[in-house]
């Protein structure tokens, strides 16, 4: 069968043909063909590892926000709690402190109302011993105008005297 | 080996019922064809004047030899150049010099030597010629028995085997190319057309047989691989510049088991030869017994890489060449309605045998190297 025979000038063609096609397409092409494509595949596993990294991170960062939120959303409570408590305290110290200064207001105005209450009558009364002797006078020189009217003063005058 | 995916395809079973039926067409018009070719030999050498009967064997086994002429179209062929080497002489000439001739009827002489072509390989012309007119002594089997020239021409599968060389450094060195210009980058175009292959080959191929060890052999099994896909494909393709049968041909596929063979004896570690020549843990009688044993299997190995590509491809060839010739062995035109969609039929299963083949050739070469570079624990 000469099917089966191998022909000498084939096989030293083929022979010549392949080592060259292996040789160069070896160093030319799948020297970096495969290198590109491992350095490809290394850079996607970096990749997706990174991404891993991140999306932990990202993870870890959320439960911490939500805690410092917490946290935070605690002290704001905390804080208008303390402020409410505060104010209350202003206020109701403020309170005490205007009645009290009221009150002292409204007994200083008492004082000095009584003061000048008696101050007022003290005048009063000097006036009114005034006008009296006035009168008193105006009286006497009413009455003394006449002797008789006169001695009858006198007499009652020393009536009084002796009497004492 | 997990490589049990690339069989599973859908239409298994359709493909096993085609081929169920085609044996069945074939086996029976083989033998009917079978009569006619050694009818028509017989035939032929006794009377031939009278018209010959078409000989569907001839025709296809002529198409899957190589050949010294490429056949255009019609009766146009393209010669060529035929180089031969005796007792440190070169003779060159083109093959027109022989003219249609392929009986050894046209001698051509060049510097003192005369030579004749006879189903396409080349003799020493005889001094005269037989009863045929033919310049060859042929011997019961009708065979030449005259001496051949050492036969260095470029014949048809050479010429295929420079094309593909060629087409694969410019497909590969300008993906290459592809690779260094976006590196980083996805592939594109061509690149990532055969990024897959080659991923294919890398994970599927190479890493489970091989190991850790796989970048070694990486250019080697990639090179072989798409060496015998390209030229499967190129085969399928039936006019020029496709049509010659490289992978079929038993010099190409000798020579690629041979860098199996030679790869695997020149990484072959201790143990593999231990478990060749001195096999551990048996009695020593045993041990003799097994080293022609083990030695016979080193050479089957590659033996059988080298059959089942030749087998394969040639017999895909043959198929699909006797499907079409059945139109002329019936002489009929309504034939062609049956053996055209059968022979496309086959000629879609050939663009898979070329890749399942190709496949096959390096998982095994693959298998053998990692048997001979496996560490054992």
Not at chain 2, 175 to 184: C, F, H, P, S, T
Not at chain 2, 304 to 316: C, D, P
């Amino acid at each position: 069968m000469d099917l089966l025979i191998p022909e000498v000038g084939l096989v030293v063609f083929q022979t010549i043909a392949f080592l060259l096609l292996l040789l160069i397409l070896a160093k030319f092409a799948w020297k970096p063909v495969l290198g590109a494509i491992k350095e490809r595949e290394q850079s996607i596993d970096d990749a997706l590892n990174k991404a891993e990294l991140a999306k932990q991170e990202m993870a870890r960062l959320t439960s911490q926000n939500e805690e410092l939120m917490k946290q935070a959303r605690a002290e704001r409570d905390q804080i208008l709690k303390e402020a409410k408590t505060l104010k209350d305290s202003i206020v109701n110290e403020a309170k005490t402190q205007a009645q009290s200064e009221g009150a002292k207001l409204i007994e200083k105005a008492r004082i000095e109302i009584e003061n000048q209450k008696k101050a007022a009558l003290a005048e009063l009364k000097g006036q009114v011993s005034t006008l009296s002797l006035d009168i008193a006078e105006r009286v006497l020189r009413n009455q003394l105008d006449d002797k008789a009217k006169q001695q009858d003063l006198v007499n009652s005058l020393l009536k009084d005297v002796e009497l004492n | 080996m997990d490589c049990s995916h690339v069989f599973e395809f859908k239409f298994k079973r359709l493909i096993v019922v085609f081929t169920l039926f085609s044996a069945f067409l074939l086996s029976s018009v083989g033998v009917k064809a079978q009569a006619d070719t050694t009818h028509a030999t017989e035939k032929s050498h006794e009377a031939p004047a009278e018209k010959e009967k078409f000989n569907i064997g001839k025709f296809a086994l002529h198409h899957v030899a190589d050949s010294h002429s490429w056949h255009v179209i019609g009766d146009t062929y393209i010669g060529l150049p035929v180089i031969l080497y005796d007792k440190g002489k070169v003779f060159m000439f083109n093959n027109s010099e022989f003219g249609h001739d392929d009986e050894a009827k046209v001698v051509v002489e060049k510097d003192g030597q005369r030579f004749v072509k006879m189903h396409d390989k080349i003799y020493f012309a005889s001094e005269v010629a037989n009863e045929h007119g033919q310049y060859v002594e042929l011997n019961a089997e009708h065979h030449a028995e005259n001496k051949r020239p050492l036969d260095f021409s470029i014949t048809k599968n050479t010429c295929t085997l420079f094309l593909s060389v060629i087409i694969m450094l410019l497909v590969f060195l300008s993906v290459a190319r592809n690779y260094k210009k976006r590196q980083g980058k996805s592939p594109k175009g061509l690149a990532s057309w055969l990024e897959p292959v080659i991923l294919f080959v890398r994970d599927d191929i190479a890493k489970p047989n091989l190991g850790h060890k796989y970048e070694r052999f990486m250019p080697y099994l990639l090179t072989v691989f798409f060496f015998i896909w390209f030229n499967n494909m190129l085969g399928l393709v039936p006019f020029l510049p496709g049509g010659a049968n490289l992978t079929g041909n038993i010099a190409v596929t000798m020579v690629l088991a041979i860098f199996t063979l030679l790869l695997t004896v020149f990484n072959g570690n201790k143990h593999y030869w231990q478990h060749i020549f001195w096999m551990p843990n048996v009695p020593v009688p045993i041990k003799i017994f097994l080293i022609p044993l083990e030695l016979i299997g080193v050479l089957t190995k590659p033996i059988a890489l080298m059959i089942r590509l030749f087998a394969n491809i040639t017999a895909g060839h043959i198929l699909v060449l006797s499907l079409i010739c059945l139109i002329f062995v019936f002489n009929s035109l309504f034939v062609s309605a049956a053996s055209i969609p059968f022979a496309m039929f086959i000629g879609a299963i050939e663009l898979m045998v070329a890749f399942i083949q190709a496949f096959i050739f390096t998982i095994l070469s693959a298998l053998f190297i990692g048997m001979a570079v496996e560490e054992h624990h």
